[in-house]
């Protein structure tokens, strides 16, 4: 990560001096506007030279597709709103060191034939992306095979109720060294939506009330998201195929529904999930096919299910979170246990500490019978907080018959962790 | 009709087991929110209090009670007095008594501590819990004369209401868990008052759990008006068949 960290801050020192410095002193800047000379953003594209900055002022603009492939910059001044009329893409990206900012896109095309973008970048190197406000677009911001692409501070607002209809917030596919910060996405199939990118960053984004995942991984390795939230998506945050993430200081919250995850971990590995915060969901983690990965110093609160851990996931480690007031705590599918629980807290551990090192001294079996029996028989829900059902649990860990025997947290903490 | 409830009422005030009552709900309560770090543990503590004390004993005081004052009610049916009213009257009386035991005992430590829509279910569904239990005993009492065959009688109801109900409910979900059962279980909770009471309250409390699965089938079913019209009215069957078949008995019934 460190070396990563640092090939990213010259990346983006280099950015931001090609973007700031050169082009306002090397080139020249050409006014767009109803008052200006040049009155279409398509003449002053024309016109301007590599390292020219182009200088929309506010106002409507409906000029169908805009294509950009020399290095300008187009920056907006009062936010000058492009229509894309429902028919067209409105910015078509390509080559090295472009800059858009401060735009309103509105109405981008819809189309099934194509994956229509407010603005697409294809084939690029050092793009900029930031400011711009994106109502009702297919695809808000759609990026590929692309070095070094930042998309920043954008709002993003779909408004698609069914999943055919639109695409992703923020699309990524075969991209290396992106950055996404500081972003909001609401309303749309994917948040964001990342497919082969690897060495990237996303951090400080709001991700809400989009039809399908907040997040999407799929084969993005070496990846870095932080202090990002997620809330009320449609099914939570999609991790899969992908190696060497690190998720930190997120909050997953309000993912309600029979298929909603906080995460879906799926064939994950080497990977970290550190103090992040779960709540209210149906289920926190939801972990398939992955391994070596470490899980520690989490909030799970007032989820369905704290962690639901499949038996085809194996050597993963478990420690220092915090479980309160979940209605389970983990369930897994079979009696094979490979993953190691330890120094976790968790609420509904009944058990002492004599020799007050903090640590209770008996160990805490976090899988209880009847997670194990609705896990068989979901409709066995309607038996919940039943006399019966508790009368069971209670006799189960006495003797322990049908709960993973070695899926056993050997030294609960006594107080919460601090986290 | 109101004097002769408020006669009974005093009665049953003076003899001090109601007075009991009372005082451990609200000492229970009390310690529990005041032990536990969050108000909503306490409420899980206090669901389980409900689902098994307030049954039992609504039952078996309701059940000694109307033996104790056998005579009594004997003396009245010598007055120009119908025997329904008679017994409704000991039915009124007796119901009042201990909701206001409940609603003393574990309404005010829920308002104190934790006055939310749980808490408000937890006390509204405590209400009919009791008065459909206390109609149960009645119709069991009346229709066994000996005192102890009675007292036999509704703790096996209990015990089989608390207990085994929820077990056949297991076995038969697991019987036939190849077929669509999830409307069925929505009837079976309808045959049980405990059950009834405590889904109304798991939908407040573990939202997130149900709404996963078949979870957000009853969800929907229980949180819509149908579901909350259903939930109040089978409650209320609970408590009005019981007591009619008791009142029916009981006027036909050789004393």
Sequence with gaps: ?419 | MFKLSKYILYDIIRNKVILAYTGFLLLVSLLLFNLEENSSKAILSLLNIQLITIPLISMIFSTIHYYNSYEFIEMLLAQPISRTKVLFCEYLSTGISLVLALLIGMGIPVLLYSSGETGFTLILTGIGLTLACTSLAYWAAVKSRDKARGIGIVLLLWFYFALIYDGIVMMLLFTFSDYPLEKFTLVLTAFNPIDLARVSIMLKMDVSALMGYTGALYKDFFGSSTGIFFTGGIMLLWILLPLYLAMRSFGKKDL
Aim: charged letters at 20%; one cysteine or more; glycine letters at 8%.
């Design chain 1, 1 to 419: 990560m460190r070396t990563l960290n640092r090939t990213q801050i010259q990346r983006f020192s280099g950015i931001i001096l090609s973007l700031l410095f050169l082009m306002p002193l090397g080139g020249r800047t050409i006014y767009v506007g109803e008052t200006q000379v040049v009155k279409s953003i398509k003449a002053g594209i024309q016109t301007a030279k590599p390292g020219d900055t182009v200088l929309v002022e506010g106002g409507l603009y409906k000029e169908g597709n805009l294509i950009i492939n020399k290095s300008i910059a187009l920056i907006g001044k009062n936010q000058p709103v492009l229509d894309g009329e429902n028919q067209y893409e409105i910015i078509t990206l390509s080559g090295k060191n472009i800059c858009v900012s401060g735009f309103k896109f509105l109405n981008s095309g819809a189309s099934a034939m194509n994956d229509f973008a407010s603005i697409k970048c294809i084939d690029a190197t050092s793009v900029l992306v930031s400011d711009n406000i994106i109502v009702n677009a297919y695809f808000a911001i759609h990026i590929s095979n692309t070095i070094d692409a930042q998309v920043k501070n954008n709002i993003i607002e779909g408004h698609s109720k069914s999943e055919q209809n639109t695409g992703n917030g923020i699309h990524l596919w075969k991209c290396n060294h992106a950055m996404i910060v500081g972003n909001q996405i609401s309303g749309h199939r994917d948040g964001i939506y990342f497919e082969f990118v690897t060495e990237s960053q996303i951090q400080n984004n709001y991700s809400t009330k989009n039809i399908r995942y907040g997040l999407h991984f799929m084969f993005s390795h070496n990846d870095f998201y932080s202090h990002n939230d997620f809330k009320n998506n449609g099914a939570g945050v999609a991790v899969m195929y992908s190696h060497n993430v690190q998720m930190e200081n997120n909050t997953f919250e309000d993912n309600w529904g029979a298929s909603a995850y906080g995460i879906l971990l799926k064939d994950i590995s080497d990977s970290k999930i550190q103090a992040n915060y779960f709540i209210r969901n149906t289920v926190g983690i939801h972990m398939e096919g992955s391994s070596r990965m470490v899980v520690e110093k989490n909030k799970f609160q007032d989820n369905g299910w704290a962690l639901k851990v499949q038996a085809s996931c194996n050597d993963n480690q478990f420690q220092f979170n915090n479980f309160t007031g979940n209605t389970f705590d983990v369930a897994t599918n079979g009696t094979m246990m490979l993953n190691t629980f330890t120094s976790n807290y968790w609420d509904k551990y009944e058990g002492y500490d004599l020799n007050k090192d903090s640590y209770g001294d008996i160990p805490y079996h976090p899988v209880s019978m009847y997670a194990m029996i609705v896990e068989e028989n979901p409709v066995c829900l309607i038996l919940l907080r039943s006399i019966l059902i508790s009368i069971l649990d209670k006799a189960e860990k006495a003797i322990p018959s049908i709960t993973p025997e070695n899926l056993v947290d050997e030294k609960p903490k006594m107080i919460p962790n601090r986290i």
